[in-house]
């Protein structure tokens, strides 16, 4: 899966978390930079002219077909709200999947764990079980990007790379789960949490995500085609503590931690779409679901993640710039 250094390397959602940390460490790295988004002006004020930014959305095949030309691997970091998911996430990735496939490139998607059901830890061989809609279609869809590189139905055959991890936090995250986290901790204001707090959650921070992607790609023809690694520094923290350290963290140890019963959060779905769809991942929040990281720590022995207060206080800062 190694792509050449002097190929540029297109980035899709670059405003959004994985998109943008991906960004940020293929510059860092280096490396010829690509982004295409429909929001041009907000891309090229967060990176100047490190990158070349095109305006287009995903959702046009020829305009991302001819954005993605040259390119040897195009970076799958679009998404949508939970509600949307449905048809456009869905035709995003297919049309992700036929970009790479004119150009024989190579697919960096990241993969979550809803489809795996509840338990583990689970490692990269434990079955699709979800017990979602949306898990369904996270299953859906890895399928689909499996089935690319097999090159069925006379397509060229491409190569994927899928990155799975828990929830995401660091400086460019943003959402309605996040801010009320790490954005109330730097303002010295209650947590707002969900389900029970002596049980664990997977997260990761993001740019660690990002370099683990790139350093497993450098790996070349050591990845099979279609490859899935779990990225999970293994912090085994109950969420109760795990507050407690972002409270720390943020300058305001004690700060209160409020859990949002699901019993408010489904009557406010009534009314908006997108906290009904949060409302069906409950189990998420309720039980344990951790992946195994003993695959990532064979192909790259040398990797080390951020320490935990390092990663907190950079994503905390970040509400504070």
């Known amino acids: 899966m190694a792509v050449a250094d002097d190929q540029p390397v297109l980035v899709l959602g670059a405003s959004g978390g994985f998109g943008g940390a991906v960004a940020a460490e293929l510059i860092a790295r280096g490396r010829r930079v690509r982004l295409f988004a429909r929001s041009p002006a907000r891309l090229k004020a967060r990176f100047g002219a490190a990158a070349e930014v095109i305006a287009g959305d995903v959702q046009d095949l020829a305009a991302l077909s001819k954005a993605a030309e040259g390119c040897g691997l195009v970076v799958h970091g679009v998404n949508y709200p939970y509600h949307q998911w449905v048809p456009y996430l869905h035709t995003a990735t297919q049309n992700v999947i036929k970009a790479a496939q004119a150009v024989g ?7 979550n764990v809803y489809s795996l059901g509840a338990g583990g830890p689970f490692d990269e061989l434990a079955p699709h079980r979800p017990n979602s809609r949306k898990g ?13 590189t097999k090159g069925a139905d006379g397509k060229a055959a491409i190569r994927v790379l899928n990155v799975r991890a828990g929830d995401y936090f660091g400086p460019s995250v943003r959402n309605g789960l996040v ?6 901790a730097a303002r010295g204001k209650t947590i707002n949490s969900f ?17 683990a992607g790139l350093d497993l790609l450098a790996l ?11 990225v999970t520094p293994g912090t085994r923290l109950t969420e109760r503590a795990f507050m407690t350290e972002v409270a720390r963290v943020a300058g305001h140890p004690g700060l209160k931690v409020q859990v949002m019963p699901w019993a408010m959060v489904r009557l406010v779905g009534l009314f908006n779409p997108a906290i ?15 992946l195994d990281g003993a695959k990532l720590a064979r ?17 905390i800062e970040s509400y504070r710039a």
């Open 179 to 184: 801010d009320r986290i790490y954005g109330n």
């Open 136 to 148: 369904n279609f996270r299953a859906r869809l890895e399928g689909q990007l499996q089935d690319a």
């Open 220 to 230: 070349g023809d050591g990845l099979g085609a279609f490859e899935v690694v779990n």
């Open 276 to 290: 009904r769809e949060f409302a069906e991942l409950a189990y998420l929040y309720d039980t344990t679901v951790l």
């Open 105 to 111: 490139g190579t697919i960096l998607f990241p993969g």
């Open 299 to 315: 192909l790259l022995p040398q990797f080390r993640f951020t320490p935990l207060e390092a990663a907190l206080k950079t994503t």
């Open 195 to 211: 389900g029970k707090l002596d049980i664990m959650h997977e997260r990761v921070f993001l740019p660690d995500l990002a370099r």
